[in-house]
């Protein structure tokens, strides 16, 4: 692992330079990488191998020219188009191909048994950060897959963000994307829009909104922190209001929505949950019991 | 407004003693305020009345006895049990009540008319802080009505925590605490725990979870300041992922929480949001273009 200082890496294909993609190519190319593109619709190149990337002639073409393979794709289904042709697959012995579109976790295990039976190697990715964040510190990047192998490319990485290896599991990055930034992310995302229709709509402006908003997100931070250890422990006892006591507050909040004439589906559906924790018995229990009624169906069926 | 110094408030009495009121009680007595204390069920007042505060013998006494009189009860209906018995309505002239009782906008309002009527003054506020900040800077205080009603009480309030004069009209701390807290925080905490648990029906740990959990909350207000100009413009162009890009990846992720057994209550609400946004012909734009969609019934029937 440490010490794997020969032959460093400096020769990328960088397959599907959309948003993303682009803006990884010119921070590679920034930080003087030999960088070779091709995308599906070519034109999409012609700014880039202006800036000094090589354009590739083909697909196999790009696959042979670099011993690291990024795929910038939107999801796995067009990488397999893209990969499985046979022009493509006797050039992908001994390659090393790092994967950044957005899937599931299966499909970042079946992708990687299939390039292990090509004698490729395979690290899987996900980019935390918009397209205008790529090539600064807070594009946060996240890989999993065999450590010896991110450690040959993490160098390069580094040229585009942030970069951390979060498990030898390959689809550990697949997950932790999904869940943190597909669930989490995507809803409160939505929640804040929901919230801010309901103060429109009761005449609050959004920068009256907006005085308020980043308090409470450093309260929600500091309660989801306060939660960790009652998921860990399964104890979600304490004298902070209970799962009752919002329930209530909940159910008269949404009514207030609906009168406001707002739709309000996530607080629909957050009230289920709290009816839904209730009806198994954690009333009395504090609001992170959810996790235990939101996980049910796997952890006690 | 400025230079009122004649009559500073020290005298106030608090009614309601569960967990925030007694934490506001503690704070202000550690200020040095003379504070009288009622609940309906008094053994909850003794443990105050050891640390100085002095017991009212009835509601009337307790209204009476100060200047300014601070409800920390439950919600509104309780209030106004509270306060319109006939022993309590003669002696509410001249008073200023300050209100921290979660409610709707037009309990407020309809709460601010009747003690109007009895000639008392009326603050409405929203503690923005779990009982264990009261009394620190990070207790965030939000208040509004009269503003120099508001100024008499504040240097009062400021023992309790970070005090915040937001609207003359006296619903508006209210609509704040409601779309903020009661929408974005509830709904944000609850993602959490569908995120975290579609993490854990795949493996990984909490820990996982949370070392990549920051980072996303600073991408997430980074995206909501990115969103205003476009809220208040309802222009939702740009270049960044739009609604059918979103739209076709949560449908993917919803369908794989739904295989990993996770319930998905709310990732189901915002594929709902989104494919509404899709039908109404927002599919080209921004994230936040779901603004329109879900105060549609109030700016577009």
Known sequence: MNGDT?????????IGVGNIGAA?????????????????????????????????NSLRDAVQRSEVILLCLLDYSITARVLATDEVINALAGKTIVQFATGTPHKAESEFKWLAERRAYYIDGAILAYPRSVGTVDCKIICSGDRSTFDRIRPMLNSVGTVRHVGAKVSTANVLNLSVVGVFYEVAFAAFLEGAAFADAHGATIDEFMSVFPHVVSVLVESVEYSIPQMKSHDYTGSEASVDVHSEAMTQLRGALSAAG?????????????????????????????????RMSTSRS
């Open 6 to 14: 020969s032959g460093n890496v400096t020769d990328i294909s960088v």
């Open 262 to 294: 707002c739709r309000n589906v996530l607080m629909t559906g957050l009230v289920d949950y709290l009816k839904a924790a209730q009806s198994e018995g954690a009333g009395q229990l504090e609001f992170a019991a959810l996790f235990e009624t939101i």
């Open 24 to 56: 990884v190519v010119r921070s590679l190319l920034a930080a003087g990488h030999s960088v070779t593109v091709w995308n599906r619709s070519e034109e999409r190149c012609a700014p880039l191998v202006d800036e000094g990337a090589r354009l590739a």
